[in-house]
């Protein structure tokens, strides 16, 4: 039986995807949990389109996550935070502190997690941060720690 699939399957297929199972597996779990329905001529052309609609807001975030990597192309963002002995910070500069700094340039939020920081920043100088935009779209922002004045 053929069946598309309208959640990711593991072993079967993806959300979308038109796929031949056994005629038991479709009628006894598929389609009772919601997992897929029967590719009627009218599913086959609902999911069409729905892979549609899906590939142009894939395209609409990539587009934009590009423009934002254009404007933050050369980007440096300054800390000052207060230090003690031999150059090191009382605190730290987190993947958090440095999302919310390129949220207020970028106008649109970015989420911590998206910004690819090891460890936490403890002591003072330039280090380079990469922050992923899309999962396509990659940007090297650099971030200044100085001793707060």
């Known amino acids: 039986m053929e069946v598309i699939l309208l959640k990711d399957v593991r072993g079967v297929g993806e959300a979308g995807e038109l796929v031949s199972?056994?005629?038991g597996y479709a009628r006894n779990y598929l389609i009772p949990r919601k997992l897929g329905v029967a590719a009627t001529p009218a599913a086959r052309k609902q999911a069409e389109q729905q892979v549609a609609a899906r590939a142009r807001h894939e395209q609409a975030q990539r587009e934009a996550a590009q423009a934002h990597a254009q404007a933050l192309q050369s980007i440096e963002?300054?800390?000052a935070m207060r230090t003690g002995e031999s150059n090191r910070l009382y605190g730290?500069?987190?993947s958090g502190d440095i999302a919310a700094r390129l949220s207020e340039r970028v106008g649109?939020?970015?989420d911590k997690r998206r910004v690819l920081l090891q460890e936490p920043i403890r002591e003072i100088g330039s280090f380079p941060v990469d922050?992923?935009?899309h999962n396509d779209v990659q940007i090297t922002v650099t971030v200044i720690?100085?001793?707060?004045?």
């Open 92 to 94: 730290s500069v987190t």
């Open 21 to 23: 199972v056994a005629d």
């Open 108 to 110: 649109d939020p970015v």
């Open 145 to 149: 720690v100085e001793p707060e004045a």
């Open 131 to 133: 922050v992923k935009l």
């Open 77 to 79: 963002l300054v800390f």
